[in-house]
């Protein structure tokens, strides 16, 4: 089924449907093809000059292999633990991931986690590794959220902003996905900047959770209320309580491998 997507203010309109075609009756979505094409291009940056920033192709591509599992699943572990009340009465649904829903935060805790197994494996100096790699995890999460604009999903609530979409001729809500894609861009952005001017390793790393976390607890704000996974019902998302936190370890993060003298995680 298509879908009217309309930017009343600015004068766009767009008919999309989720499905990008279909193979041996089998339908792939736009939503997977944007998601991979984001983590392609994530590896692809990342493997521009990671060479000479102490990395070799072969690390970066078993990173964001093991980093991609690990990270679907600790999404889905992650969303199903907040939001258990779904899956009662049919608890194998906990399995069918195909039919959706996955959490950001849960994914990074994965790719996070996988990383650092690897490196102590392999030897390689830890927080260096994160400075390297986390430019490509948020490439990947600035193009990904594209795929929640062709599946009409993870919106915001009603706004006379100019950028205000309509869905089917509903009432125009904060295009989301939009806001925390560009928020994302700009993220790689500053972080290619300042990767080259950082003192410390690991200084890298604690900006990404910094930037990323700032505009999560801004904009999870916004969202719909059916978007929301609530840690508090009806008034604070697990989301904003995750990126608080997060906010504070990654000051802390920033502070402390600024201001010791000796290195952190090394292997």
Not at 109 to 127: H, P
Request: proline share 2%.
């Amino acid at each position: 089924m298509n879908n009217i997507i309309a930017f009343p203010k600015l004068g766009i309109t767009l008919d999309i449907s989720p499905i990008a075609f279909s193979v041996g009756g089998k339908e792939v979505y736009w939503y997977a093809l944007i998601i991979l094409f984001g983590f392609l291009m994530g590896i692809f940056i990342v493997s521009l000059d990671s060479e000479k920033r102490g990395l070799s192709k072969d690390n970066v591509l078993d990173i964001a292999l093991w980093g991609m599992v690990s990270g679907i699943v600790c999404a889905r572990i992650y969303y199903v633990l907040f939001a258990l009340n779904e899956f009662r009465g049919d608890w194998m649904g906990i399995f069918r991931i195909w039919e959706g829903g996955i959490a950001i935060y849960g994914g990074i805790i994965g790719a996070v986690l996988s990383t650092f197994i690897y490196c102590r494996v392999k030897k390689l100096n830890i927080l260096n590794t994160f400075d390297v790699c986390c430019i490509g995890l948020l490439l990947g999460q600035a193009i990904g959220r594209w795929g929640n604009f062709t599946n009409c999903e993870v919106f915001g609530r009603p706004t006379e902003f100019f950028l205000g979409m309509s869905i089917n001729g509903n009432a125009p809500v904060h295009p989301l996905f939009f806001y925390e894609s560009m928020w994302s861009f700009a993220g790689v952005i500053l972080l290619c900047i300042l990767r080259n001017k950082k003192k410390k390793n690991g200084q890298i790393f604690f900006g990404y959770i910094l930037w990323y976390s700032a505009g999560r607890l801004i904009l999870e704000g916004m969202r719909d209320t059916r978007y929301i996974l609530y840690a508090i019902p009806d008034i604070l998302g697990i989301s904003q309580l995750v990126a608080a936190i997060l906010i504070i370890v990654s000051v802390a993060g920033l502070i402390y491998v600024t201001k010791s003298d000796k290195e952190c995680f090394k292997a």
